[in-house]
Nanobody, 123 residues
Framework: QVQLVESGGGLVQAGESLRLSCKAS????????MGWYRQAPGKQRELVAT????????NYADSVKGRFAISRDDGTNTVYLQMNSLKPEDTAVYYC????????????????WGQGTQVTVSS
């Protein structure tokens, strides 16, 4: 099994910054993708940013392009989300997501979610 530990959420004012981190551990053979999603009250969970291992490709939601940056430390299997110029509409629970080859599950491709971390941006 794979465990994800998130940290870095909190309450900030509009225009300020936060950095989220998510460390993956456990029976990881290979990581395909690491990323962040968010869910605001009454809304569906949406993609924020993802980092695909092959090709080192990054994807961002249009609403965060130019303000957020995703990065990875492959040595520690940690993914970060640097969030700058935060807006009240960024308020949500942010979830880490990893897509891995899990050696404990017969080297199957499996997706895991973190427990979520609250980000609140006041105006």
């Amino acid at each position: 099994q794979v465990q994800l530990v998130e940290s870095g959420g909190g309450l900030v004012q509009a225009g300020e910054s936060l950095r989220l981190s998510c460390k993956a551990s456990g029976s990881i053979f290979e990581i395909n993708t690491m990323g962040w999603y968010r869910q605001a009250p009454g809304k569906q969970r949406e993609l924020v940013a993802t980092h695909i291992t092959r090709g080192t490709k990054e994807n961002y939601a249009d609403s965060v392009k130019g303000r957020f940056a995703i990065s990875r430390d492959d040595g520690t299997n940690t993914v970060y989300l640097q969030m700058n110029s935060l807006k009240p509409e960024d308020t949500a629970v942010y979830y880490c997501n990893v897509d891995v080859i899990d050696r404990a599950l017969g080297y199957r491709r499996v997706e895991y979610w973190g427990q979520g971390t609250q980000v609140t941006v006041s105006s």
